[in-house]
Structure formats: structure tokens, C-alpha cells
């Protein structure tokens, strides 16, 4: 037994013709995807919530005014990444979210998408939390139109509901609440979430983000993306505040411990002056007067520096005064004055009172007309909180003047007792104190120098913060971003595509041109028909219609080539078979017995598939008698026989379906059927089942003279060759010829083909072409070298 030739799997080189039908065949799929591609892209920005970026730039440069008269290492610059670190930090980011509304989002519901309404809710909604498990619930609120409630939310699995109107307190298990509108409201769905604080810090955290653009310049560009347009910007404008009030506090904060630090050792150094001149026993006098001269020194040194820190308080307070009549709604620059004075504590809780006012004021009124209720409310509140601010800064400008007053007579006081010490006491007042009394003095002048530049350092420090560049909100949303999702879309769409095109390149196995057959059959006779792309009856008989097509010619031809094998003699049986429907068997066999039946031969064509007749449907046959009622004894030949429109063309159809097919077909009346009309005919053609689905031919192709096994071309499986040699290995029939059907030459590339459409080998003489002229072996063993030497190229 031969061994079984291998057919690749897998289109190991590439053919532009094969990858063009490949293409042609999935271009609807490739359509598809481009289709569920940008379908994709389109749905997924119309319903993607658009997230919207603020960007604004700021510098950080200290500025110090005690730095211009005291250079001193405790004032170098901070670094400017300890200044970003800051910035992204959770007690930082705390700061910020406690200066806006973010503990509670109210959304407008959509059919989609739901939105948040920050600071343009149509309603107020204050709250009083029972049960903690409501925070960061879902609180569900539709408004009807007779401005009723109906307010549900779901905790662990279990719904909670009631319904309400406006102004009216609502009690749930969890929370109680009251909503009042803020204008006339419309029906709607609403919800809102009470956030904890947490989850916010960690939320808003990574939302902030900071790029430093120059560390030399201390230039750094701030960034924060939402959602909501106007929370970005809303945002970044109170990180820069806060740092603002942030930084101030830092570095007022830091300098104040260093003094306290300083004001620790100088009373130690007090202490230690004291006992080292006590224990040598060294008085100016009976009244102790280096105690007393030192104790007065030392009093005029607190006295004037308290005078000048007084002093610098008046100028403040009057500065915020000033600022508060004139500038009343600048109040981060107030914040920064009144933070360097000793009433800041107390100053403070007035100072965010009237700040919120303001704030809630500048909201309301981007919603509100200007004479409404609720601005004229708030403009009440402003003023009462204002004029209470004002007075409160006259008394403490008159406070510090009449301690400024006080001071400075004391002041007076003590240096009037100083000079009648240093009087008394002359040149010599200081000789008596030891080496270490002299050193102990020099290190407590030494602190009260460094006191000193504290002291001014913590009235000249401001925050370092500048804004370069406001903060403001990019045209465009930053996600999605049309263009590059439209990009990624079609990068996808041609990967997909691609891919797909490359593996249905690769595993295409479908028999395109008689090269694909002869490589395992080099010793049968393979003939071509041609694609035909007329009009095509229902009879499937064409030869008589199209007598100049190349299709007619072709079967001239397969005529001629059974006169050749048969020595001139025309085989009296001969079986058309293939391995699956479709193939075109039946269409050869009616065109074949039409070419033969034009050459005076009498033809008659035996459908043979009891299963799925064909030849019945297409010439019109309305007659329920055929084979299959000849073989089960209903009615005689002459009966079944039909006529054509050729008249020396006839056909037995296949009659009524029967049950067993196959015992029919196997039967001795099949046998003598066969053997009988092949009596009264020139030519029986038999049209027999595809032998690849089913046994029921094989039995003809043992009876044959001639047996054609059909394949399409770009429709039959390179697999398909292996039930040839099969049949050739077990049946030996005779005179097999292989017919490739529909074969479209621009898919063959270095073929050996006619002009008719067909080649085919013969007998070990020589090898026929077309026109049936004989080659030598000389000529054939040339033409193989020819053609070994043209595929190297």
C-alpha cells in the first residue's frame, strides 16, 4: 500500500489570489467589526461620564522681612518638595475638604448617566445622623408634581421608605432630615451620599496632583480632575487659600516655640547670675545693688520689646480695620494680618463666620435674583457679622493703645531707677563679678539678641505662596477623549482584522487549481471546467445555449478525451460522483450527456440519489414516478423515462423518497436496470450520491466504465483528496478521471494550463495538452527542468 501523501494544514507561503478570495469571503465580518467597533467608541463616549481638569500655576518664594536685617541660618528657604509633599497630604487635603460642601453629593438622576449638582442642587438638605451605617448610602428622593416626597434607601439587603414634603422634618431609622427648595422645583429623581471623612481624603487625595515645573524658580503647577467643572476650579482656589493660611501658621507656630525655648534659658541664666553672686559675697552695697541693677536691665528689656510688639499690633489691627471697611470681601488677606497678632485665637471664630457668610452669599447668588429672601437673609447676617468684627477690633486697638500707654510709663519709670543705680554705683558697679558671673551675662545677652530676632522674624513672615496663574478649567474634558478613544477604536478594529484575516489565510485548505490535485494524483487525468458566470437555467443545460462559451468548449473536450481512452469508443456507463452536496456533480452530468446527445449519441441520465433529488427540480419533472418506484415494482421503464428539451437527451428522475434507499440501490433489479438500458441507450450517465457522505456509489463505480470524481474549485477541502485515494485503493475503478469544477485561472500562479481551461496526463508515452498533441518523453523531461528551475526563481 502506498504511503499516504500529507497535505499542509496550513498555507505555509503566501498567494495574493488566495488572500484576495479570503478577503472577498470576510469582508462582511470585517465590516461587522468595524461596525461593533465604532459602536464601541461612540457608546462609550455618549455614556461615559466626562471628567473635566483645573490647572493652576503658583510659585513659592519666602519672604521675610527680618531677613533684611538679620541673616540668620534659622531663615533659609524650606525646600520646595517638602512644600509639594505638603500639598498632597491627607492632614492637607482634611483642611481643604473641610472648607467646602463635599460631605454630602446630591445627583440628578438620568436614563444613564447620573450627575452631580455641586453647589446648584435645586434644594438645601440639612441632616442629623442616627445610625452611622447611613453614611456613604445611596438615599433615593423623587420629587412628584404636588412637590410630594417619596424617600427610600437599601442597608444590608433591607429597603427603608417614607414619603414627605418640603420644610417638614423626615425620620428614618438611620437619619432625619429636611429639604427646602431653593426656587420653584420640577418633578425629578434625585440621590444623595453622605460621604465620611475618610473616604473623602482618600478620594480628593489622588484627584490633586502637583508637577513641579522649575525647582530653581520654585514654580509649581497644581492640577485636580472631577467630574464636575466647577468643583475643579472650586478646589484648586481653596488649596491655594489654605496653604496660604497653612504656611502662616507653620512658620508663626515654629517661631513662637523657638522663643519659648529662648525664655526658658534666660530665666535659668537669670537664676545662675544670681547664685554665682551671692555666693561670693559681692554687693555694691548693703541693698544688694547689682541684683537690683541687673533685675531693672533687665525689666527694660521686656518692657520695650512688649512696647514694640504692641506697637506693631496697633498698626495691624488697624491695617484689618482698614482692610475690613475697604476691602470687606478679601477676606484671606485679613486671615494673614490678624494671624500674626496675639488675638488671633479670639479673632478667629469671628473671622470664619463672617468668611462662610460670604462664601454661601457668592453661591446663592449665582442662583438667586438679587432681592430675594434668602440673598437678603445673608446680606443681614454679612453686615450684623461685620459691624460685630469691626467693633471688636476698635476695643482691642483701644486696649493696646492704653497698654501701649502704661508700657511706656513704666518704661520711664525704670530707667529713671536705673540712673540713679548707675549713679550710685559709678565705673566700678562690675568689677566684682567673677569669671564666671562675666560669662554667664555674656550667653543671657546673647539670647535676649537672638529673642530679639525671633521676635522679628514672627512679625515679618508671610505666607510664600504666589499665584502665577489662576486656577482654570481646560476647554475640553480630559476623559474621554474623542479623538485618541477613535484611534484606539481603529487600532483595535485593524488588529482584530488583521489577525483575523491572517489565521483565515492560514488555515484555508478549499482546492483552487489543478495544481493543488496533481501534486498527489501525477498519474491521473485531471480536467478543468472554467467558471461560468451567465445565466444558468433551472435545467442546468446550457451547451445548446452558450455553443461558443468556454465552458461549452471545455466539455467538448472532456468528450474528446473519453473517445481518447476509449480507443474511439465512447464508455457505455459512466458515474459522476463528489464528496459532498455542492460540488456540482449533477450540473456536469446534465451538460455532459448534453454535449454527448448533440454528437447523435441516444444519452439518458439515471438520478441516483434517493435522498435529495435534484434533476427532478430542475427540468420541471411533475411525474411522482422514478427509480425508486421502478424498483419497488410500482411501474415499468418506459413509465419513468422523460424527455429534454434535446431529443436524443432523456433522464430517469428519482421518483418518491423511499424508506431504505440503500437496499434499492444494491439490489439484482438495480443490476439488471443497468444492464438493460444500457441496451436501449448509447451512453447512461449516472448522477449518484456524494460518495463522501454515504456508500450508496459505490457500487456503480465497480460497475463502471468511466467514473469522474468532481471537486469545485474554492469550495472543495484539500482533505477531499484523501477519499480519491481511498477510492482508488479499495474500489481500482476504471478509467478514473478527476474534474475540477469552476476553476478561475487568475488564482493559479506559474501553472500548466490550456487555452480551453484544462490539462491532463495520460498513458506513460507522453503527456497531452488542450489540443491533444503528443509530447515526447525528450519534451517532457525538458519541460520539467523548465519548471524545476522557474519555481527557484
Request: glycine share 2%; net charge neutral.
Amino acid at each position: 500500500m502506498d504511503e499516504k501523501p500529507k497535505i499542509p494544514k496550513y498555507n505555509n507561503e503566501f498567494n495574493p489570489y488566495i488572500f484576495k478570495i479570503v478577503f472577498k469571503k470576510n469582508l462582511w465580518l470585517l465590516l461587522l467589526y468595524l461596525f461593533v467597533t465604532l459602536f464601541i467608541v461612540f457608546a462609550s463616549i455618549r455614556y461615559t461620564k466626562p471628567v473635566y481638569q483645573a490647572k493652576a500655576v503658583i510659585q513659592l518664594n519666602i519672604e521675610n522681612r527680618a531677613s533684611e536685617v538679620i541673616s540668620s541660618s534659622a531663615l533659609n528657604k524650606d525646600n520646595i518638595y517638602t512644600s509639594v509633599e505638603v500639598l498632597s497630604s491627607p492632614e492637607f487635603i482634611k483642611r481643604v475638604i473641610k472648607q467646602l460642601p463635599l460631605n454630602t453629593s446630591i445627583y440628578a438622576k438620568g436614563k444613564i448617566l447620573d450627575f452631580e449638582l455641586y453647589r446648584s442642587a435645586p434644594f438645601l438638605f440639612t441632616y442629623e445622623i442616627i445610625d452611622s451605617l447611613i453614611i456613604n448610602k445611596l438615599i433615593n428622593i423623587e420629587i412628584k408634581n404636588d412637590n410630594t416626597i417619596d424617600i427610600f434607601y437599601k442597608i444590608n439587603n433591607n429597603t427603608y421608605a417614607t414619603q414627605g414634603t418640603f420644610y417638614d422634618t423626615i425620620i428614618l431609622d438611620h437619619i432625619k432630615f429636611v429639604l427646602i427648595p431653593k426656587d420653584e422645583i420640577k418633578e425629578g429623581d434625585y440621590c444623595i451620599i453622605i460621604h465620611d471623612l475618610p473616604s473623602l481624603i482618600k478620594q480628593y487625595r489622588y484627584q490633586l496632583s502637583t508637577n513641579i515645573l522649575n525647582p530653581n524658580a520654585g514654580s509649581i503647577e497644581l492640577s485636580f480632575s472631577d467630574q464636575n467643572p466647577l468643583k475643579c476650579v472650586d478646589f484648586l482656589n481653596t488649596v491655594i487659600q489654605e496653604y496660604k493660611f497653612f504656611d502662616v501658621e507653620q512658620r508663626t507656630m515654629s517661631a513662637r516655640s523657638m522663643l519659648e525655648y529662648i525664655d526658658q534659658q534666660l530665666e535659668s541664666l537669670e537664676d545662675i547670675i544670681k547664685q554665682q553672686s551671692g555666693n561670693d559675697n559681692i554687693a555694691l552695697s548693703t541693698n544688694d545693688t547689682f541684683t537690683s541693677f541687673f533685675s531693672l536691665k533687665q525689666e527694660i528689656n521686656k518692657l520695650e520689646l512688649e512696647i514694640e510688639r504692641i506697637n506693631d499690633e496697633i498698626v495691624i489691627l488697624n491695617k484689618s480695620q482698614e482692610i475690613l471697611n475697604k476691602d470687606s470681601l478679601n477676606t484671606s488677606r485679613l486671615i494673614v494680618y490678624l494671624s500674626q497678632t496675639s488675638y488671633y485665637n479670639i479673632l478667629s471664630t469671628f473671622v470664619n463666620e463672617y468668611r462662610s457668610l460670604l462664601e454661601q452669599y457668592l453661591a446663592l447668588s449665582a442662583i438667586y435674583s438679587t432681592n430675594t429672601y434668602t440673598l437678603e437673609q445673608l446680606k443681614w447676617k454679612i453686615h450684623y457679622s461685620k459691624n460685630s468684627l469691626n467693633d471688636i477690633l476698635e476695643t482691642l486697638i483701644e486696649r493696646s493703645n492704653f497698654q501701649l500707654s502704661s508700657l511706656k510709663k513704666q518704661l520711664q519709670n525704670y530707667k529713671s531707677k536705673l540712673s540713679n543705680i548707675e549713679k550710685k554705683a559709678g565705673i566700678t558697679t562690675m568689677e566684682p563679678l567673677t569669671d564666671i558671673s562675666q560669662s554667664s551675662l555674656k550667653y543671657y545677652e546673647q539670647f535676649l539678641n537672638k529673642k530679639l530676632e525671633y521676635t522679628l522674624y514672627v512679625a515679618g513672615i508671610v505666607s510664600d505662596l504666589v499665584v502665577l496663574e489662576e486656577p482654570t478649567l481646560l476647554s475640553n474634558p480630559i476623559y474621554p477623549n474623542k479623538t485618541k478613544s477613535l484611534i484606539i477604536g481603529l487600532f483595535i478594529f485593524i488588529l482584530i482584522s488583521t489577525s483575523t484575516l491572517i489565521w483565515k489565510y492560514i488555515k484555508y485548505d478549499n482546492i483552487l487549481s489543478i495544481q493543488d490535485i496533481e501534486s498527489l494524483f501525477p498519474d491521473t487525468p485531471i480536467l478543468s471546467l472554467p467558471l461560468f458566470n451567465g445565466d444558468i437555467p433551472d435545467s442546468q443545460l446550457i451547451i445548446h445555449k452558450y455553443k461558443r462559451s468556454l465552458l461549452t468548449e471545455s466539455f467538448r473536450k472532456i468528450k474528446s478525451h473519453l473517445l481518447l481512452i476509449n480507443q474511439d469508443n465512447i464508455p457505455k456507463v459512466i458515474v459522476i460522483t463528489s464528496t459532498i452536496p455542492g460540488e456540482g456533480k449533477t450540473f456536469i452530468a446534465i451538460n455532459l450527456g448534453g454535449i454527448l446527445a448533440l454528437s447523435n449519441k441516444k444519452v439518458l441520465i439515471i438520478d441516483t440519489d434517493l435522498r435529495r433529488p435534484k434533476m427532478s427540480i430542475g427540468f420541471n419533472n411533475k411525474s411522482e414516478l422514478g427509480l425508486s418506484s421502478y424498483l419497488q415494482g410500482e411501474c415499468s421503464i418506459e413509465q419513468c423515462i422523460c424527455h429534454t428539451e434535446l431529443s436524443n437527451l432523456f433522464y430517469f428522475p428519482a421518483g418518491p423518497l423511499p424508506e431504505y434507499p440503500n437496499e434499492l440501490l444494491t439490489s439484482n433489479k438495480m443490476d439488471k436496470l443497468i444492464e438493460e438500458l444500457t441496451q436501449s441507450y448509447d451512453i447512461v450517465i449516472l448522477d449518484t450520491p456524494p460518495i463522501g457522505l454515504i456508500s450508496d456509489a459505490t457500487k456503480f463505480i465497480m460497475l463502471a466504465d468511466t467514473t469522474f470524481y468532481v471537486f469545485r474549485s474554492d469550495f472543495s477541502k484539500k482533505e477531499f483528496l484523501y477519499n480519491v485515494k481511498k477510492l482508488k485503493q479499495e474500489l481500482n475503478p476504471k478509467n478514473l478521471i478527476l474534474v475540477l469544477n469552476g476553476f478561475n485561472e487568475k488564482y493559479i500562479r506559474k501553472a500548466k494550463y490550456s487555452n480551453y481551461g484544462y490539462e491532463y496526463k495520460y498513458d506513460i508515452y507522453g503527456y497531452y495538452d488542450g489540443y491533444g498533441v503528443k509530447e515526447t518523453k525528450q519534451s517532457k523531461s525538458m519541460k520539467k527542468y523548465l519548471n524545476y528551475f522557474s519555481k527557484k526563481k
